[in-house]
């Protein structure tokens, strides 16, 4: 039975859903899952001020975690078509288990939301895909057999590099069915592909 980590940051809870679909998802396949999000590097008063979700269920993660687990799957928002300053801030924490080799070998997977149908998505997805090949991890995306993400007669989230959401630019979209489908699709990918590795 595979072991796999959702790890995410979301300042409004938009990832924070996506989240619980990748877990359900991986949940649904066989896999032991833990969810835990990484630390908030925002002063308090302006997350406050800015109205972040500060109260999430999610255990606050450690870098000596990662190592635990057969397969990671990170999610966070955009910032300017790249991943959040608060998960490269984690990622970049990890050194030591680079320099040990520590998730060469493991599953790793990337989800994301953004304002706009355009705001860098993918771009995004791949930021955090570099820093997950860096470590010797091998990706599993969103594959087109996931049809929801073709659809063209509402807007919805998905790239074949993995699963997504659009926020809004006042963040007031929520995940839509089909962007919870894509979710569930990827985490139970990833749950199938670490059990046939990991067993």
């Keep these: 039975m595979s072991k796999i980590l959702v790890l995410y940051y979301s300042t409004y809870g938009h ?4 989240a619980a679909a990748i877990a359900e998802g991986a949940r649904s396949a066989g896999a032991v899952v833990d969810v835990m999000r990484v630390p908030e590097t925002v002063p308090l008063e302006i997350a406050q001020a800015n109205h972040f979700k500060l109260e999430q269920d999610a255990p606050i ?28 801030s984690f990622l970049d924490q990890t050194g030591g288990l680079w320099m040990r080799g520590a998730l060469v070998g493991k599953i790793g997977a990337a989800f994301t939301s953004t ?38 007669d509402e807007v ?15 963040g007031s979209l929520q995940p839509t069915a089909t962007d919870l489908d894509g979710a569930r699709f990827q985490g139970s990918l990833v749950a199938t592909v670490a059990t046939k590795m990991f067993g």
């Design 115 to 152: 304002g706009s149908q355009h705001g860098g998505q993918e771009t995004t997805l791949f930021s955090i895909i570099t820093n997950l090949m860096h470590h010797g991890m091998m990706i599993v995306g969103l594959p087109y057999s996931f049809a929801g993400q073709m659809k063209h």
């Design 15 to 18: 990832i924070e859903t996506m």
């Design 156 to 170: 919805v989230g998905g790239a074949p590099y993995g699963a997504t959401t659009i926020a809004g630019p006042d």
């Design 61 to 88: 993660a450690a870098v000596a975690d990662l190592e635990n687990y057969d397969a990671i799957i990170v999610g966070t928002g955009t910032r300017f078509g790249r991943m959040s300053s608060q998960m490269a």
